[in-house]
């Protein structure tokens, strides 16, 4: 019965991590409400992708929350600084990257739990993942976990006994696994959009930064093709 | 010297408790970043008081983040239902009263970390208390402590090894002792505002909603003057 699915808020980027996780809480018989927080990142085409993906996929319902967090904070993701490009993959995986933008994990997850507790629902989702971006602090199950604890305290419902539970189930996997999890589960890639910095007309992916890296690489291990479009350069693999 | 001190945001709303927070953490010796979010709150006098309150005091810098939240929760303050008035102290100190915005601590909290980080702050300040207010699961101890930790592994600054404070130096107070703190410490507080829903002519206050409740309680115990002045009857004790 759709009345009595369980609720859960899902962070939705509109990349293939958030959008890969849309799909598994659905999967778990979720009835999925979408939550996209434009903070003023430069790839805007994030926005126009996550509502894409929650239209094509069964969302419930899907907001975009406005927060001007580039006026509070300092990140190359939003507008400060030059987004990197062409790094190694050990390069990539090494440091905290200036894409980090500052405790951003635990204002998504806090806007999430907000509207949680206000539709009853009994989980957040997020995307988070710390293989292959070892370098972000807030992307570690350590963090999730005790995120999950202080939200049990800090809410009404935790109060009363229950608990929403801060589900972050692409933890452990690396790119191209949850590239293959997200096919399996129906996630039509060709909606998301991974690009930290998407420039030439269109708003073609740059192909270049670590975002487009991993991106590329996930697609190649995993042996699915990979529908983006690259700036100056058709697509990662053959055309379908 | 100036430019040594270290730096504290502290959430500042325009009320007796943030206003005095930012005293406690003056007298400190931090350098005071004082942060205002506009969550839609009925109460938008709170947003005047908060910059009046930031030019009085010594704040290094006040920024007004504007975030909707209104859109997203359902609560009296954000504008659903009516604001309780009139009610007994034992009635406004039982259960979580409809003022109660969901995770709103874990909100704000998350916010101040965000802009901590990005500024190099030590600590974060709420003037969270949960001795008139214990009905609201996110002012109490435990909540601030569990947010610490989830902070601290959720942050570059954790990652490497510091750890960004959150303190809530009026937790254990009654609004009686806070009132009495702020005034030792200089705070001026006519130029704060506590109504949840103010109304009449220049946005008096109400006098009957339980923060308005509280505060003239908190004015009658500590023997110091209310400088209020309530909708429908002068000030709460005599003019000066």
Tied chains: 1, 2.
Excluded at 102 to 128: K, M, Q, Y
Excluded at 142 to 147: L, P, Y
Excluded at 213 to 238: H, M, N, V
Aim: net charge negative; with cysteine.
């Amino acid at each position: 019965m759709e009345g009595e699915k369980e609720r859960a808020v899902v962070l939705l980027s509109g990349g293939v991590d958030s959008s890969t996780t849309v799909a598994v809480a659905l999967d778990e018989g979720y009835e999925v409400y979408a939550l996209t927080v434009d903070y003023g990142q430069r790839h805007r085409r994030e926005i126009r992708s996550a509502r894409e993906v929650s239209e094509r996929m069964r969302v419930r319902e899907h907001r975009v929350l406005r927060l001007e967090l580039s006026g509070l904070v300092h990140s190359a993701l939003t507008g400060d600084g030059d987004v990197p490009r062409g790094r190694s993959e050990a390069e990539i995986g090494y440091g905290i990257p200036e894409t980090y933008v500052p405790a951003r994990n635990t204002v998504l997850l806090s806007l999430g739990l907000a509207w949680a507790e206000s539709i009853g629902a009994s989980a957040v989702f997020i995307g988070a993942n710390s293989v292959d971006y070892s370098g972000y602090p807030d992307c570690r199950p350590e963090f999730i976990s005790a995120f999950e604890e202080a939200a049990a305290l800090g809410t009404r419902c935790g109060q009363l006994g229950g608990r929403i539970r801060i589900r972050a189930p692409l933890a452990g996997m690396r790119k191209s696994e949850i590239i293959a999890l997200g096919a399996r589960l129906g996630v039509e890639f060709d909606a998301t959009t991974s690009c930290y910095d998407p420039s030439g007309e269109n708003g073609l992916a740059c192909g270049e930064c670590d975002s487009c890296l991993i991106r590329k690489r996930g697609f190649e291990d995993s042996g699915l093709e990979d529908p983006t479009r690259y700036a100056g350069g058709g697509r990662a693999c053959s055309e379908d």
